[in-house]
Structure formats: C-alpha cells, structure tokens
C-alpha cells in the first residue's frame, strides 16, 4: 500500500467553502462513460490491471471458515492459470490486491492465507459496518479487534448522523481515534454516499476523513440503496486531487457496491487515469470493492484467449 496519510488539523474554513457544481459533475460523468473502450490485447492487460485492484469480498450473514477459504484461494490465484499462460502472465505473480472480511472472520482469512503461503493482506470492515450505530467505545474495540486477529487494512465507517447534521468536528475526532486504533493497519474511511444526501457533503466528507488521516476514501458499504456512481467518484477524485495539490499526500480511492461487470470496471481505470493520473491506477492507491466481478472479468479473458464465453460453472470461486 501506499505510505501512510498522516492527515492534518481539520480546516474548517476550506470544509465550509465547499461548493459542488452538480451539472459540471454530471457532464464529466457522461463524458468518462462515452470514452472508447481498449480493444483486444490492450482490454485484456486492462482487465489484468483491474483484477490487481481488486479488494475480494464476503461480507454475508452465512460466511463460514469455508467460504472465507475459498475467497482467499481465489485471492491468490484470481485467473486460471492456462488462461495467464496463453497471455505469458503466468510468472507475473497476478492476485487479488486483498481480502475483505468481517471482524470475526479475520483470523480464518489470515489462517488460511498463511496456509497457502502467501503475504495477501486481509481486510476488515469495523466501527459498527454498515450504519456505524454502536457505541464509539464499541466501534473503536472492533478495529482493535480485527487488527489483533491480523488485519493489515481497516475499512471503517463514518458516522453519517454526524456528517448529516453538520457536526464535522465530531467526524473529524471519530476518524482519528479509529486512525489512532488502527496502529499499523492502513486505513479506509466509507463514507456511505448513497446516506449524505448532496455532493457537496460528499466532498466535505472526503476532505474531513482524509484531514483525519484516512489512507483510502470509500464510496459505499454495498449495502446501502445507492453505491458507487461516477458522478459521486468524480466529487471524492476531485477531493484527493485538492487535497493532494494543498498537502502533498496522496490517498487512495475505493468505490464499491453493484460493481459487477468487466465493462464497468474498465470505466472505473478510465476515470482513475484521467482525473488523478497513472500512479492512481495501483493497488497502493486504488481498490476495487467487488464480489461478483472476478468472475465476469475472468469470462472476458476467456474470451479473449479461446474467442469463445464460458459458463460461469467453468470458472469456479476456486
């Protein structure tokens, strides 16, 4: 991951002068999702670049030791090995950017990971994921929690009553002390946009959770009914780009939740490469919060190596 945000004293002044032009935003939207798509090889070394994003998640009532197994096999070896060779990416060590679990399974993931010899970081949502309802006490107890079982990477989540009412200064101190609980462990702040309610608090969420030190800024938890949009990814890009141009510190951006096809993640690089530039399409800067989409994006490859689409029963969660 990239080296750590040390974030700064909240500024309220630039907080407050925040002002979203939401019909500009709408049209750099459209303009991002009319690009021409990479064709053949080069879509094919895209999608490799993509799967390297990828944060692979299970974050389901009925997760098992099994299942969280299963993920992390996949994590490791994400594309079929004959399809890697035929692309001569077989030695290129291609997996998953990491793992993304609940607390309670952190030490499974980790365990198995291990098992299988392989330094794939584990990720922890934490602090009440998803609403972020409990007590603070509680919220800061998880991150410790989830840091002690071996989680390299804490996705917390904002408080959105908070960042609703105004109350910046409260979201600011939340986030540091969960900054402050996650010790070594890289931190993602969600900011649950589909709850915020306008861009403009959007942005100002960005900015208050990157000033408290956030690593990586999060669109969505997945579960909430409006996730990662382009017109909202352009409001947080625009956040790290300033705040990177005032500070110097670059951090990264995860959009995440209905993330699902090849196509869509494709999108998601293009607009990563023109707003903030080619050092922002890494997995030290940039993640891709998905389940679903390894499979479609390994499809596409198989495609693109035999000419033909395979069922999804041919390319099994390992």
Not at 126 to 135: E, N, S
Request: a positive charge; one cysteine or more.
């Amino acid at each position: 991951m990239s080296a750590r945000n040390p974030g700064i004293p909240l500024d309220l002044e630039w907080v407050s002068k925040v002002r979203v032009n939401t019909q500009a935003v709408l049209k750099r939207a459209q303009q991002i999702q009319g690009r021409n798509k990479n064709k053949k090889q080069w879509q094919a070394a895209w999608l490799l670049r993509a799967v390297t994003c990828i944060d692979l998640t299970t974050l389901a009532g009925d997760d098992t030791p099994g299942n969280v197994h299963r993920l992390c096999m996949k994590a490791t070896q994400p594309v079929r090995t004959d399809l890697l060779k035929s692309m001569d990416m077989h030695n290129e060590g291609v997996t998953t950017a990491a793992v993304c679990v609940y607390p309670s399974r952190v030490a499974d993931a980790v365990k198995s990971l291990k098992a299988a010899n392989s330094s794939l970081p584990v990720a922890s949502v934490a602090t009440g994921f998803p609403a972020g309802q409990t007590p603070l006490k509680a919220r800061l107890e998880e991150v410790r929690m989830a840091v002690e079982d071996g989680a390299m990477e804490i996705d917390i989540v904002i408080n959105r009553t908070l960042a609703l009412t105004g109350q910046w200064e409260a979201v600011y101190d939340e986030v540091c002390q969960f900054r402050e609980a996650c010790g070594e462990a890289h931190m993602k702040s969600i900011l649950a946009v589909g709850e915020l309610g306008t861009y403009t608090n959007v942005y100002k969420a960005s900015l208050v959770a990157m000033m408290a030190g956030s690593d990586f800024i999060k669109t969505s938890t997945g579960k909430e009914s409006v996730n990662a949009t382009y017109p909202v990814a352009i409001v947080m890009v625009r956040a790290i780009r300033d705040y990177f141009l005032k500070t110097g510190h670059k951090v990264g951006f995860k959009p995440a939740g209905g993330i699902r096809t090849a196509k869509e993640s494709l999108v998601w690089l293009t607009l990563m490469k023109e707003e903030l530039g080619d050092e922002w399409l890494s997995p030290h800067l940039f993640r891709l919060g998905a389940s679903s989409l390894l499979a479609d994006i390994e499809r596409q490859i198989y495609h693109y190596v035999t000419g033909h689409y395979a069922a999804y029963h041919q390319m099994p969660m390992a």
